[in-house]
């Protein structure tokens, strides 16, 4: 595949603004600044209108009721389900932008599937897949501006694997000003995923799978580094970029307690939950996108694992200072 990006200092530029956030939020015990020393009573009140935009909910602008355009197309996600087969997807009218961001491979069409079912309106995406559009994805052309989807699938950076990402790159790509959903799963089975699809064609590339042979080339192993990287950037971008209200959701998480996180999800999208709906939902947890495997295997060399150690310790690090729930599985032991 070739060289996917040219060495950056992305590592030192994640660190430099991890430690300007950690100066503005956190005050050490054994050092408490005096309100009028040093800006400590100020600093505390950023602290908590940081955190309180973060964990708010979407707020619907003007204009955007929730309600259903009747006459552009719709979708029966469970029309052979006689119980459920009267429910459908439409597109909406005015709707409030939200972003879903994530790496590639990391359950975005899943979850896509469940926010469509869930809510009755589509999702859009950057990325005109045609396989999706086809499978009933009906909002996978739709720009965020049209106000037509309940939210928009972007990759950000990470997406483009084949040109040097520098941090005003990084920046433009997703828009901090706007809600965001921030979908994260372990990097180690985003990878494995992700070059998976590298390798797959056709209209079942989604849902293929693929020799453990093309995990034992020197090609992955460079996409490994530089994937890392990508994956570290895009969260670390989001919790410290973001202006707006920001819910992050854990795949495995998602995995473990479909229905909860997907009622807190409607939650943070201030949208009602339909019970008859919902219920649904439930029954028809896969959708057509999600892959089930039970094959279990480690491509991985020493120094990746470390790589994804020390990874997943400085995003933890960052979840924690702004109050979100670690990645799964996973705990910062560097103290």
Not at 15 to 37: G, K, Y
Not at 282 to 306: C, I, M, Q, Y
Request: net charge negative; glycine share 6%.
């Amino acid at each position: 595949m070739g060289r996917m990006l040219k060495k950056t200092s992305r590592g030192a530029l994640t660190v430099m603004a991890t430690f300007c956030l950690l100066n503005l939020i956190s005050t050490p015990q054994h050092q408490p600044p005096a309100e009028d020393e040093c800006g400590g009573g100020e600093q505390r009140r950023e602290r908590q209108e940081l955190l309180d935009k973060l964990h708010g909910r979407v707020e619907r602008l003007p204009g955007d009721s929730l309600k259903v355009d009747l006459i552009r197309p719709s979708w029966q996600p469970w029309r052979n389900d006689h119980n459920c087969a009267s429910y459908h997807t439409r597109f909406g009218r005015g709707l409030s932008p939200v972003l879903l961001v994530s790496m590639p491979c990391s359950g975005s069409t899943w979850l896509r599937y469940l926010l469509e079912s869930s809510t009755g309106f589509f999702s859009g995406s950057k990325y005109n897949d045609t396989i999706l559009y086809k499978a009933g994805f009906l909002g996978e052309y739709e720009g965020m501006e049209g106000g037509r989807t309940i939210i928009q699938r972007t990759h950000g950076a990470s997406y483009f694997l084949a040109d040097t990402h520098d941090l005003q790159d990084r920046y433009e790509k997703v828009d901090p000003d706007v809600p965001t959903i921030l979908l994260l799963r372990h990097p180690a089975k985003t990878l494995i995923s992700h070059w998976r699809l590298f390798h797959l064609a056709g209209s079942n590339k989604h849902l293929d799978d693929v020799p453990v042979s093309i995990y034992q080339s020197e090609d992955f192993h460079d996409f490994v580094s530089e994937a890392t990287s990508l994956w570290e950037e895009l969260a670390s971008d989001r919790l410290l970029w973001c202006n707006r209200p920001l819910y992050v959701l854990h795949y495995e998480d998602l995995v473990a307690n479909t229905t909860h996180h997907l009622r807190q999800l409607l939650d943070f999208l201030s949208v009602p939950v339909d019970e008859g709906r919902f219920t649904c939902v439930a029954s028809h947890l896969d959708g057509s996108f999600k892959r089930n495997t039970t094959r279990h295997f480690d491509p991985f060399t020493e120094d990746e694992k470390v790589r994804f150690v020390n990874a997943v310790k400085r995003i933890n690090r960052l979840l924690t200072v702004l109050g979100y729930p670690q990645l799964p599985g996973s705990s910062d032991h560097s103290d």
